[in-house]
């Protein structure tokens, strides 16, 4: 697989990364260490070295579960971890419940991270939210001085506003910003790329595949566990859903005409945005993971880049990316 910069702080990773959110059960059942030991190793062997974890994903599971995973390649990859939850309140609340980006919390975090995860540095501390009363250069701030103390490689910041993107990257440069991004997701476009493109950022689209809507994973609201986090999300919602599905229906055929996968095209047409793009892709499936994987090797032509976004216009897709409360902390 081919590589990609982020930044301008020499942070090189693997063209398409893994997000490991799903790994804790945030759609189905947590896996087991060995399952998710086999798919890391897979990943490796399959060239991905770009790991996406946060301390809320499974109150701080995933990242023992990542790390554990990780450690006999830890010289090959590259990790990212977040900070900016409430933590305590989360684990009462048994969700993220609020933000806390207070210098103190984000060191305390920093700390207990690198604990978890069995490294010495973090390569990528994403500030997972922006909290709004903390103010942005004082967050900048503080990573900068672990960054100063080694302990961290690179700042990033998530769902961040371009205002907000500014004024951090005058206190310490951020390497990357990280917001969904994806075939019926666009608003990157228009808001954060070309603030990031101007200071030279890197972007890193999380949930690049629509939560698997767009790997047609997802048949109808029956086809998602009680539990899953998607049933909470209004374009996975009754006639917005049913509104929707044809949209993968059309890709998915384009797809078998090419000889891809609906996943494939998709990831493959985010890859073409733009060499500074890094999608992170999640799954618990040794043939998903080789699947997205597989993208990075998929040519696209203008045409076909041309027909994939006429396959899943943004203007028809039915409903927001989050309810009321999630829409409330992005783009801040």
């Not at 109150?59 to 990542?66: F, G, I, P, Q, S």
């Not at 700042?155 to 019926?184: C, D, K, M, N």
């Not at 027909?307 to 927001?320: D, H, L, R, S």
Request: hydrophobic share 45%; net charge negative.
């Amino acid at each position: 697989m081919h590589r990609r910069k982020l930044g301008t702080q020499g942070l090189e990773v693997s063209a398409i990364g893994f997000g490991c959110m799903g790994l804790s059960g945030v759609y189905n059942a947590p896996v087991e260490a060995a399952q998710a030991e086999a798919l890391v190793a897979r990943a490796v062997e399959l060239g991905v070295t770009f790991f996406d974890t946060a301390e809320i994903y499974g109150m701080t599971a995933n990242e023992v579960l990542v790390g554990a995973a990780l450690k006999p390649f830890r010289g090959r990859v590259q990790i990212a971890t977040k900070f900016g939850f409430d933590l305590e309140a989360a684990r009462a609340a048994g969700r993220p419940a609020g933000t806390n980006s207070r210098p103190d919390n984000i060191r305390a975090v920093a700390d207990a991270s690198l604990k978890r995860l069995g490294v010495d540095v973090i390569d990528l501390f994403y500030q997972h939210r922006v909290d709004p009363n903390v103010p942005i250069e004082d967050v900048a701030g503080a990573v900068g001085e672990l960054v100063k103390a080694g302990k961290v490689r690179c700042f990033g910041l998530s769902e961040a506003g371009p205002e907000t993107i500014r004024r951090a990257h005058v206190v310490h440069p951020v390497t990357a910003l990280q917001s969904e991004y994806s075939l019926w997701t666009r608003d990157p476009e228009t808001s954060v790329l070309p603030v990031c493109r101007e200071l030279g950022i890197g972007f890193v689209p999380y949930s690049p595949l629509g939560r698997g809507f767009l790997a047609g994973a997802v048949k109808g609201q029956d086809s998602l566990v009680e539990n899953d986090f998607r049933r909470f999300m209004p374009r996975f919602q009754g006639q917005a859903l049913q509104k929707n599905l044809p949209l993968v229906e059309t890709l998915t055929r384009l797809a078998a005409e090419k000889g891809h996968t609906p996943a494939q095209l998709a990831l493959a047409w985010l890859l073409a945005q733009g060499p500074d793009i890094v999608p992170i892709p999640g799954t618990t499936k040794v043939h998903r993971l080789e699947e997205n994987a597989g993208a990075a090797d998929v040519t696209l032509g203008p045409d076909d880049l041309a027909a994939i976004a006429a396959a899943v216009p943004e203007t028809a897709v039915e409903g927001a990316r989050y309810d009321e409360r999630g829409l409330s902390m992005v783009g801040l």
